[in-house]
């Protein structure tokens, strides 16, 4: 049985505060990994994901080691961006299975992605630029 | 007619004349025996002739004239005179072996096959040999079949009825019981291989040949099945249908040989009709007004264009002329500076009446520079037109160029900066100055706006997800980015091709841009449809109107975007009552 994971938050608070932060820690921290081909990005979202509380446990610059690392890692978030060299992201996220939900990222805007955002099975969809812990719980507990 | 050529006829009908009162006086024959030999040999001499006065170099004609003295000397070997018996008997079967080389060479004169060479040798040699070798032994007592008992042979050198006899049917064996047959097969095999024009020249002289080779058979059956000896023996009343059979083909070779000519000079006059008018024929109905002229409907005309240095066809598109074979030939003709001016692509068979193509070609001469005109203008547009779409094309492949370098470089790191910014705000957290978080704050504000704009300018150079997902997709983004109500009534789920994709979704794009600039409209709608092999885009306001392709609105840009890839855009805006754009765009899928 797994434990139940949550997002602590103040109710009404845009921000986490660091009494969240710490909350999580002691509780549990969310696994991510992130797969993109910038390494830039990838190391920028490292950084502020694991600031805010997430634990990144891999990186992947292509979706074949991407799914290869989500099947041996079994994280909780796999952050996806919708333009890999090899596939696309939808197609990582309709292949990834078990336990991990995939949220999708992209420099575009969410109009410019399209329906198959909603159908490859991710459990949503964020643009790089409003990245955040805060975003990316909200995601995985069914807000948009 | 020649001085030859007229001794020749008059000795033809003096020998006819002499035939007939060999047959109906001499061996009492009633009139109608009596008239096939002179009848046979006098067709032969007169077709003949004919074919020799009007294709000097072609062979059939002497053919022809030789086998009709060689039919008209077979009556001889009924003559009491041992000369005339001698002379008869030796060449009389001469005829045989001309038919089968005069049906083997038409129409050329020329035998060019392997095995029908080798036939009409061997024809000739088993039609002079057996029946030379014969006389030398003949003495008049044996029994030999068509000859007039107890004339000796005058080269007899030792009588000897046994080998006479032999001989006798070892000719029969030979001659009509192996050649005869080779013969039927190699007209066969000749009809079939023939094209389809070659087949409708040969078919009335091969089936003379076949009608007339009947005999042949009845004559080996005959020797070799003589009844009541045999089951499978003809009978024998059967031979005097199978001898008026052979007769109606003897006579009909020559007349068909002599019609084959006639109608190649009626299909020269045909083309001298053909000059009177052709300055009526527009470009396009040359190739089949000249193919209607040499009687070849598979005939084809290419073009010399001197700029592209090859050969086109009437719209201009680039042919290769087949290499001269069985099946097609080329005949090319030249201006009257010796330029190439056309290639006549035709049947084989046109090359044995080379004056009918020469007349034609000549006939057409001024239609075929005015049509090489046209193929040489159609030819240059259609280079425009490929230009235009390879510009069209370069355009928008250096916009998806653009909108990547925008999404791979600029955007990727200025969203990094964001990220890195937010990062560095979350770590200084509430110990930083006030003054620093709000510096930081703005800096990433900033940076979103800029990322923000970016994507616009991004997605306005070229949308990623129409190359992505395609127009469907596409129209729906644009929809929802539209600050007005647009409805999507029609939009295909299928991919098209990238170019109809792109032109189609700027054509939506644009109408939308106006309609929310300019048309003060209240709602949208969009419709793209496939129908009849054109994309069909259409979108429609309720706004102010008047507007054209003209009108500086970005629509005749569109305009010649849509035309470059064959299609059109219509713009009807009445003042007062909308715009409706439609673009059509050819595609095949």
């Not at chain 2, 009947?214 to 249908?241: G, H, I, M, V």
């Not at chain 2, 007349?359 to 520079?369: I, M, Y």
């Not at chain 2, 150079?461 to 129409?466: E, F, R």
Request: charged letters at 20%; one cysteine or more.
């Amino acid at each position: 049985m797994l434990p139940q994971l949550r997002c602590p938050k103040k109710p009404g608070s845009a921000l986490w505060s660091r009494a969240d932060l710490r909350a999580t820690i002691g509780v549990m921290r969310r696994t991510v990994v992130i797969v993109d081909d910038h390494e830039q990005f990838r190391r920028s979202a490292r950084n502020l994901l694991e600031l805010e509380g997430f634990d990144v446990v891999g990186e992947a610059a292509n979706g074949a080691s991407a799914l290869v690392l989500v099947d041996r890692l079994e994280p909780d978030v796999a952050l996806v961006d919708i333009g890999l060299p090899d596939m696309t992201g939808f197609e990582v996220s309709e292949r990834i299975g078990g336990r991990t939900r995939v949220v999708l990222v992209s420099s575009r805007h969410r109009v410019d992605v399209g329906r198959r955002a909603r159908s490859c099975g991710a459990a949503g969809f964020v643009t790089k630029d409003e990245l955040a812990g805060e975003r990316l719980c909200a995601l995985l507990e069914g807000q948009t | 007619m020649k001085p030859l050529r007229l001794a020749l006829l008059v000795l033809g009908v003096a020998l006819a004349i002499v035939d007939y009162g060999l047959l109906r006086d001499d061996l009492h024959q009633t009139v109608l025996r009596s008239l096939p030999a002179p009848a046979v040999g006098l067709s032969g001499i007169v077709a003949g002739l004919v074919a020799w006065s009007r294709r000097p170099d072609n062979r059939l004609g002497p053919l022809m004239v030789a086998f009709g003295f060689a039919w008209l000397i077979r009556p001889w070997q009924y003559s009491e005179s041992g000369l005339a018996f001698t002379v008869s008997f030796a060449l009389g079967w001469l005829g045989a072996a001309l038919f089968a080389h005069i049906a083997l060479a038409y129409p050329t004169g020329r035998v060019t096959d392997r095995w029908e060479r080798l036939l009409v040798r061997a024809g000739y040699v088993v039609a002079l040999a057996f029946p030379t070798v014969t006389l030398l032994f003949y003495d008049g007592s044996a029994d030999v079949k068509y000859v007039r008992p107890e004339v000796p042979s005058g080269i007899l050198v030792h009588a000897n009825d046994t080998v006479v006899e032999i001989l006798d049917k070892g000719f029969v064996l030979v001659m009509w019981g192996v050649l005869a047959p080779c013969f039927v097969a190699l007209v066969i095999r000749k009809l079939v291989r023939a094209t389809p024009r070659a087949r409708r020249v040969l078919l009335p002289i091969l089936l003379a040949a076949l009608i007339a080779s009947l005999r042949a058979f009845y004559e080996f059956l005959l020797t070799f099945l003589t009844p009541p000896a045999s089951p499978l023996a003809p009978p024998p009343e059967l031979a005097d249908n199978l001898y008026w059979w052979q007769v109606i083909g003897q006579i009909a070779l020559p007349l068909a040989l002599l019609a084959g000519l006639l109608s190649a000079r009626l299909a020269v006059a045909h083309v001298g009709d053909l000059m009177r008018t052709l300055d009526r024929v527009p470009p396009r109905e040359l190739r089949p007004a000249l193919a209607q002229a040499v009687g070849d409907p598979s005939l084809e005309i290419a073009f010399w264009l001197p700029e592209r240095h090859g050969y086109a066809d009437a719209d201009g598109r680039p042919v290769t002329l087949p290499a001269d074979g069985p099946r097609r030939a080329v005949t090319h003709l030249a201006d009257d500076d010796g330029a190439p001016l056309a290639a006549i692509v035709h049947d084989p068979s046109l090359h044995d009446e080379p004056e009918l193509i020469e007349a034609a070609g000549a006939a057409a001469r001024l239609a075929l520079e005015n049509a090489r005109l046209e193929a040489e203008l159609k030819a240059q547009l259609a280079r425009v037109q490929e230009s235009r779409v390879r510009i069209v094309a370069a355009g928008d492949e250096q916009r998806r160029r653009i909108e990547r370098d925008i999404h791979d470089g600029a955007q990727q790191r200025l969203v990094a900066l964001a990220l890195e910014l937010r990062a560095a705000q979350k770590r200084l957290g509430t110990d930083a100055p006030p003054e620093l978080d709000q510096v930081l704050a703005g800096a990433v504000d900033e940076l979103q706006l800029a990322v923000g704009e970016l994507r616009e300018l991004a997605r306005g150079v070229h949308p990623a997800i129409l190359t992505e997902d395609g127009l469907a997709a596409a129209l729906e983004s644009l929809a929802d980015r539209t600050p007005l109500p647009v409805r999507i009534l029609a939009a295909p789920e299928a991919r098209l091709p990238a170019p109809i994709e792109g032109a189609a979704y700027f054509v939506a794009c644009e109408a939308l841009a106006n309609a929310v600039k300019h048309a003060g409209a209240t709602s949208i709608t969009i419709r793209a449809e496939q129908h009849n092999g054109s994309l069909v885009v259409e979108v429609a306001d309720d706004g102010i109107g008047g507007a054209s392709i003209g009108g500086g609105s970005g629509l005749r840009g569109l305009a010649d975007r849509i035309e470059a890839h064959g299609g059109r855009l219509r713009v009807e805006s009445p003042v007062g009552g909308g715009t409706h754009v439609i673009g059509e765009l050819p595609c095949a899928s």
